[in-house]
């Protein structure tokens, strides 16, 4: 009932155009607040976006100034707003590289995901004939299809969100599956879920299938108004046509 104890070891991942890379002496816990008892510690990816956790925290440290919140839940919104307004640290150009970057990606583990069952069937059959691999590839496609199509968006007007996104970078979504699947026959059905898949990605959280690339933070501390300490914490993604991809994962309170 007195405190929060935080503690984190010295290794983080921080992900760039040619992958990711482990730093073994990365700062990860800080003061929120100069003046109050509110911690913030990060885990996973150690960049948002490029852009270093600790670099984050120091500028909306020094927005927050001496300002205080009765709640230590109040902290967490007022941290994630200033990561949705502070047009600083995410331009349109930064946002777009990470757009088309996780596209690639997640195509890409796709792609993979093909040449290992299709590798297996080798292994099975005496020969493997291209409608063995098509057939393949659209079960694997209809996998991932129907858990993004039927998982609920974060975003009230997802169809909107959906045309603006389809409208702004349908093109290079394109060309991200030709350099992907190379020569791979894809019909037009299939190519029409992969485009839907694509925009899914930045406004969905569906069930079972994490982001390796997300960085989590905890915040933890108290209030002006708490005499007992509680913690909050958040996965978080990035940033597609200004919207903050993030979901709250914790939020507990240390009680009588």
Do not use: C
């Amino acid at each position: 009932r007195e405190a929060v104890a935080m503690a984190a070891d010295s290794a983080a991942t921080v992900s760039g155009e040619k992958g990711q890379k482990v730093f073994s002496s990365a700062n990860k816990i800080f003061s929120l607040s100069k003046y109050e008892p509110v911690g913030i510690m990060i885990y996973g990816n150690a960049t948002l976006m490029r852009v270093p956790w600790e670099t984050i925290i120091k500028v909306y440290r020094s927005t927050l100034k001496d300002k205080k919140f009765n709640k230590l839940s109040e902290y967490g919104d007022d941290f994630i707003n200033f990561l949705k307004t502070e047009k600083r640290l995410f331009p349109e150009s930064e946002q777009e590289k990470f757009i088309l970057g996780n596209i690639f990606g997640y195509f890409h583990s796709i792609k993979e995901e093909l040449v290992e069952r299709v590798d297996i069937l080798i292994e099975t059959k005496t020969s493997v004939t291209q409608d063995d691999v098509d057939l393949i590839f659209t079960k694997l496609l209809d996998e991932d299809y129907k858990k993004w199509h039927e998982a609920p968006s974060f975003v009230n007007n997802f169809d909107k969100i959906l045309k603006d996104f389809q409208s702004k970078y349908i093109k290079k979504v394109e060309e991200i599956i030709i350099e992907v699947f190379e020569k791979l026959p894809i019909s037009d059905e299939n190519m029409k879920k992969l485009k839907e898949l694509a925009s899914s990605l930045f406004f969905k959280f569906p069930n079972g299938m994490l982001n390796s690339n997300a960085s989590g933070i905890v915040i933890a501390g108290f209030g002006e108004e708490e005499i007992f300490p509680s913690i909050k914490s958040y996965s978080i993604e990035g940033m597609a046509l200004n919207i903050l991809k993030y979901k709250e994962e914790n939020d507990k309170s240390i009680t009588n």
